[in-house]
């Protein structure tokens, strides 16, 4: 084996552990937005419960905190890869998205892809690339 097969299987070595890692952080980001909306569905839920809060606040609610959580996600794996925001917080959306449609596919028994459902992928795809390209200028 000579030196320019080690150096470029190095090379190829390097990239792919580069590229696992940046799959771990969007991982993580996708969570991180996750436990974030737990968190705040939680207390909008304790909130709705004990006030006088109209449900009709429920989907404009649902929707700010979805995206907000997806914007902190995305942007807090982003300042870690430093670079592929778009593409890295559009991933982080994403998943994060396909996660909550799984689930609620399982819990409910009436789950259908309606206009809210589409609205809600729009806006976890366009937060989480807004919170990459922010996560990537942070970053540098």
């Avoid at 969570?31 to 606040?57: D, F, H, K, P």
């Avoid at 404009?60 to 914007?71: Q, R």
């Amino acid at each position: 084996m000579n030196i320019s097969n080690f150096t470029s299987a190095k090379k190829i070595e390097d990239v792919t552990k580069e590229k696992n890692k940046n799959i771990i952080k969007i991982i993580k980001g996708s969570i991180i937005s996750i436990v974030i909306t737990i968190i705040a569905l939680t207390i909008y839920a304790a909130v709705l419960s004990y006030t006088n809060i109209s449900e009709s606040t429920m989907i404009p609610v649902i929707l700010t905190i979805t995206g907000i959580s997806i914007l902190i996600g995305s942007s807090m794996s982003s300042i870690s890869i430093k670079k592929q925001g778009m593409i890295n917080g559009g991933l982080v959306g994403l998943i994060y998205i396909l996660f909550i449609y799984i689930l609620s596919s399982i819990i409910s028994t009436g789950f259908s892809l309606n206009m809210n459902a589409i609205i809600m992928i729009l806006v976890a795809i366009v937060t989480g690339i807004i919170g990459g390209i922010i996560g990537v200028n942070l970053g540098n």
